[in-house]
């Protein structure tokens, strides 16, 4: 009896990405299937094989030390199969097969490293492929164990060491890998990873890559696992059999070898992710006496005999509220034999509403509309698609065919909204040539006699189609109705049901060229958006625009229509129709169900995170978002008093007070680092003892010119004492990116943290992500705080920019090595330029763990020019445009688009510096930086929030010595305040403001940006502690004034003083 359907949203793309839920209702193929889509790509060769050379896959142990360590799943997640080799293989004329009982098979695990406590023991054995010829090189493996774990809690992380702990060093390291979820309806693994005919090549290593990138909690390989049976016995990969003797003998030659190295490769995915594998028919390996897959059936576990099955090509297992079905191509298949009779009795058992999705993997597809394999597998599909179509299998994944393509739900080449959608994702190395020609072409239409594969019956299946378009024909004319979407390109899909009736399903490509195509409005009227594209957000809002719709919609330039045309000519028509508003198809930022939580659940994968929001208000409302989120009005926020002006903001916003953290100066740089652990506990300690409550700690990382405090360090002091830790990483959101770079906060343990994606990454300014782990900060909180801060009308051009430059980072894996070499050439060319300095870690008596090494900042002060001064000279005369600019030095941002000459220009401008001032003012008298630092000396009388809103009345800047400040005084950039509501002004910070006005940066905040006058606090009495100074005092502050101005304020404020 049929069993009820469930709607399934598929979503193709064309970049190895990680999937993501959708609405509660999503559209689906159900509601009206997708026009057909090819994507051509150029003719592909041969990938080039991973050498034998590689240590990747050369054995890395010693002893009976265990290698080639797998995970399986068992038939329910109560279970789960334990896999490894000790000892190593033999290959000569002449090999001796290892005793198994040599070593034994023992698997110790538990919930942590130090509390292994349970053990389980199972079975080994040893395989050989030996040949009656001479010539060939015989083959003996290693010893091959398998341990069955029972008793296992479901959703839950073990460790393990698995070996023979009766031997010295035959035990493994300890590995990790999580049960699946219980079974049920309510409950799915977050992502699955498909791939076929993975092989062993460079796109292998690509494919991979990118597999673990979208960090799957289960991979599904459908058979051609390492192409053994490709290469002759001397391993120099021939790409045939041993012809010699293939037309007198079924004995084929093969490379074994390759499985070990396949092992070894797919080793640190393989112990930590459960595999489960189906043959293909580069697994069928033909030895002598009739032996077919042996190297298949005895490196790998199944759940065969907890399945019901008696055979390890089909077997069936359970993960959460799916059930899964992987079949045989080339066993038996007919409706009299073990793998039909089988099949139907699973199928039977499966109880929908325990196990809502059924779907079904084996290595041929049924549907591929691709000339290489066209209709192999007919026969297959005669016996079998009926009984599947009646139990109603949802999705069936399917490889072989070394291309991708999707269909429509379809049964007997006609659509059936009850059909299952097949699937196919066949090339996750390209081994062998990629597919690139379709039957339907003119000229590639097969010869049915050749379709039939003798390893599958060798029977001609496949006729002439009877009705439809293809009527009188073994090939349809275009692209067949069924067929969704197809392109030529390798990778993996990923899976993943968010609910008893949605799914998303990405299926896609290691290349870095997407392709983009869709449908807008089903024939049912519902959206019924497909789509294959690495970016959903992007892709959604180009087929939206595509559409030929009457617009009574905002903005009013109508998509374009009444454009301004200065605006126009200058961005050009395509931003004005991108420029859309919150419409259905594009979901709603606030409460995202559709294409915006697609990506940032994409966003979070990539960035390590266990939920990502975007921002389209900066990374200024992601700060004040999290302070809001973590404290209560009245609360403490400890932060470093170098921080950005936005937590000022938030601390006016929230009426939270600040307990400030003076970090390490550097007065020759004029530079602020970061803070240190310590500083951090003996702030937290000093307020734990007066009593006040510490709601949340911030920490600027990297700082504007890339000094990373320790923030696992900080971490380890908060959480402890339940204190949640917010990283400023504006400057930090490529560190994820390449080993060189320094570790994300979050990987160090933050609880949230902020980027500017839009600073060395490729999203368009004013976009930023808002990053979260762990469970001690509320996250339905974050997100209400979102929504009182950030425009009710996001931008589209902005949210897309952010899922484009995650998608740009996902597809190019090595993206930063460029970026990372032409910075450091360029640092070290810098610092061997006579009177140039470039700051590094050095330049700071505390311990910071490290700097960015793409910030590049220099000083000019030992050829008495100012920063400013450099600055100007670089800019005027050489063209060279800093990021950041200081009294005492320059930074310049190396990003993904900096270009070797760009460097070269950098490092002539500055050795022409260098040249034109060295010995011009080597005569001339040092120049003392008596400015000092604006961040000495703070003395706060009232919080940001009680200044900010109290009456205020302005007074001449002469005045103002000893005034409690009202309004934010702050250069930007770098944007850190010098002046903060409800501080005392003092001599450093009126003559750190003065200087650097001085020297033309813009004040920002400040009521009168000339600062000839500021804001005070109308009921306060000036210090006597700062205002009643010496005269010697008075004297010495309007002298520097003085040397640093040269201003008629100056002199005003003398004579002021004189009068004092």
């Excluded at 973590?630 to 009426?655: E, F, K, M, Q, W």
């Excluded at 220009?905 to 003392?928: D, T, Y």
Aim: charged share 20%; net charge negative.
């Amino acid at each position: 009896m049929r069993r009820g359907s469930l709607s399934l949203l598929l979503l193709a793309a064309v970049a190895a990405v990680a999937a993501t839920a959708v609405p509660a209702e999503p559209a689906s193929t159900l509601s009206g299937p997708s026009r057909p889509v090819t994507v051509a790509i150029g003719d592909r060769g041969h990938a080039v094989d991973l050498p034998d050379t590689d240590p990747r896959v050369q054995r890395r142990v010693t002893g009976w030390a265990p290698e080639q360590i797998a995970v399986a799943l068992s038939a329910s997640p109560t279970s789960a199969w334990v896999s490894w080799i000790t000892g190593d293989y033999q290959m000569g004329g002449a090999v001796e097969p290892l005793d198994p009982g040599a070593v034994g098979s023992v698997v110790r695990y538990g919930l942590a490293a130090d509390a292994l406590d349970h053990e389980a023991t199972g079975e080994s054995l040893v395989y050989s492929q030996l040949y009656p010829f001479e010539g060939l090189q015989n083959y003996t493996s290693g010893i091959i164990h398998h341990v069955r774990l029972q008793g296992l809690e479901p959703g839950t992380r073990y460790l393990y060491r698995c070996g023979d702990p009766a031997i010295p060093d035959a035990m493994s390291d300890v590995h990790a890998f999580r049960t699946m979820p219980a079974v049920g309806p309510g409950s799915y693994p977050g992502r699955i990873a498909v791939v076929g005919d993975l092989g062993l090549t460079y796109n292998t290593t690509s494919t991979v890559d990118h597999l673990v990138r979208n960090r799957p909690d289960l991979v599904l390989l459908l058979g051609d696992v390492c192409y053994a049976n490709l290469y002759l016995t001397n391993g120099t990969g021939a790409d045939c059999y041993s012809c010699a003797f293939a037309k007198s003998t079924p004995i084929h030659e093969t490379y074994q070898p390759r499985w070990d190295y396949w092992g070894r490769y797919m080793e640190p995915v393989t112990s930590s992710i459960p595999m489960m594998v189906v043959e293909g028919n580069h697994e069928i390996e033909q030895q002598i006496h009739n032996r077919t897959f042996a190297a298949y059936s005895s490196r790998f576990a199944f759940p065969s005999e907890e399945s019901g099955s008696s055979s390890p090509f089909y077997y069936s297992f359970d993960a959460g509220g799916i059930h899964f079905v992987m079949l045989a191509s080339y066993a038996d298949y007919s409706r009299s034999g073990a793998q039909y009779k089988w099949l139907e009795a699973d199928l039977e058992k499966v109880d929908r509403s325990v196990t809502p999705w059924l779907i079904a993997g084996w290595h041929a597809p049924w549907y591929t509309t691709y000339k290489a394999h066209y209709r192999e597998a007919e026969c297959m599909r005669v016996e079998m698609e009926e009984l599947l179509y009646a139990y109603g299998v949802d999705v069936v994944f399917t490889g072989h065919v070394h291309a991708y393509e999707r269909s429509n739900r379809v049964f007997n080449y006609t659509l059936d909204a009850c059909g299952p959608v097949h699937i196919s994702v066949g090339d996750g190395g390209n081994r062998e040539k990629m597919a690139t020609a379709h039957a339907d072409e003119a000229g590639h239409c097969p010869d049915p006699a050749s379709t039939p594969d003798p390893f599958m019956g060798g029977r001609l299946c496949a006729a002439n189609f009877t009705s439809g378009p293809a009527a009188g024909r073994f090939c349809w004319d275009r692209q067949p109705e069924y067929s969704a979407y197809r392109e030529s390109s390798f990778g993996h899909g990923v899976l993943e049901e968010s609910s008893r009736r949605s799914a998303v399903v990405q299926c896609g490509t290691a290349s870095s060229t997407p392709a983009i195509s869709g449908t807008g409005p089903s024939s049912s009227g519902s959206s019924g958006l497909v789509q294959d594209c690495t970016a959903p957000l992007v892709c959604a809002l180009q087929l939206t625009a595509r559409q030929d719709v009457s617009c009574f919609h905002f903005p009013g330039h109508n998509r374009g229509k009444a454009a301004p045309s200065s605006l126009s000519k200058l961005i050009g028509s395509g931003a004005f129709l991108h420029d859309l508003p919150e419409l259905p198809e594009l979901d709603d930022l606030f409460s995202p169900k559709g294409v915006i939580l697609d990506a940032q659940r994409r966003a979070a994968q990539l960035f390590g995170s266990s939920k990502t929001w975007f921002l389209v208000n900066g990374t200024t409302c992601g700060i004040q978002a999290s302070v809001m989120a973590t404290c209560s009005p009245g609360d403490y926020l400890i932060v470093p008093r170098n921080c950005h002006l936005s937590v000022i903001s938030a601390l006016v916003l929230s009426g939270v007070v600040p307990k400030y953290i003076i970090p390490e100066y550097n007065s020759g740089w004029d530079i602020a680092g970061g803070i240190t652990p310590l500083q951090l506990d003996e702030a937290v300690k000093e307020l734990e003892e007066d009593g006040k409550r510490v709601g949340a700690v911030l920490v600027t990382s990297p700082t504007y010119h890339g000094v990373c405090s320790n923030v696992q360090g900080i971490v380890s002091v908060c959480h402890p004492r339940g204190i949640p830790v917010i990283v400023d990483e504006a400057h930090g959101a490529h560190f994820r990116f390449h080993d060189s770079l320094p570790s994300t906060a979050i990987e160090q343990g933050a609880d949230l943290a902020v980027q500017s994606t839009h600073k060395v990454l490729c999203s368009l300014t004013q976009s930023s992500m808002l990053h979260m782990s762990g469970d001690l900060v509320d996250v339905d909180k974050v997100s209400q705080c979102l929504q009182l801060l950030q425009s009710s009308s996001p931008s589209y051009l902005l949210l897309s920019s952010l899922d484009a430059a995650r998608d740009q980072l996902s597809q190019n894996t090595n993206i930063f090595d460029e970026p990372l070499a032409i910075a450091s050439e360029t640092k070290d060319l810098l610092a061997r330029i006579p009177g140039i300095s470039v700051l590094d870690l050095p330049c700071f008596a505390s311990d910071f763990p490290a700097i960015d090494p793409l910030r590049i900042t220099l000083s000019a002060s030992d050829l008495q020019l100012s920063g400013y001064e450099a600055d100007d000279i670089l800019y005027e005369g050489h063209q060279i445009v800093s990021e950041l600019v200081g009294t005492r030095a320059v930074t310049f941002a190396v990003n993904l688009g900096t270009r070797v000459q760009d460097a070269e220009k950098l490092v002539q401008s500055a050795k022409h510096l260098s040249e034109k001032h060295f010995f011009a003012n080597s005569l001339k008298p040092v120049k003392e930086n008596r400015v000092h630092g604006p961040l000495e000396n703070i003395s706060v009388h009232l919080s940001p929030r009680e200044a900010f809103f109290t009456e205020k009345r302005r007074v001449k800047i002469e005045d103002s010595l000893g005034e409690i400040c009202g309004e934010l005084i702050c250069p930007y950039p770098p944007g850190i305040p010098v002046l903060i509501p409800g501080e005392v002004v003092t001599h450093d910070s009126l003559s750190y403001l003065m200087s650097v006005r001085h020297q033309g940066i813009t004040i920002s905040g400040a009521a009168d940006a000339e600062l000839n006058s500021i804001l005070r606090y109308r009921g306060w009495e000036r210090s006597s502690m700062v205002y009643a100074k010496s005269r010697a005092q008075c004297f010495l502050f309007a002298s520097l004034l003085n040397w640093e101005v040269r201003s008629e304020l100056a002199v005003k404020l003398k004579h002021h003083m004189q009068g004092f």
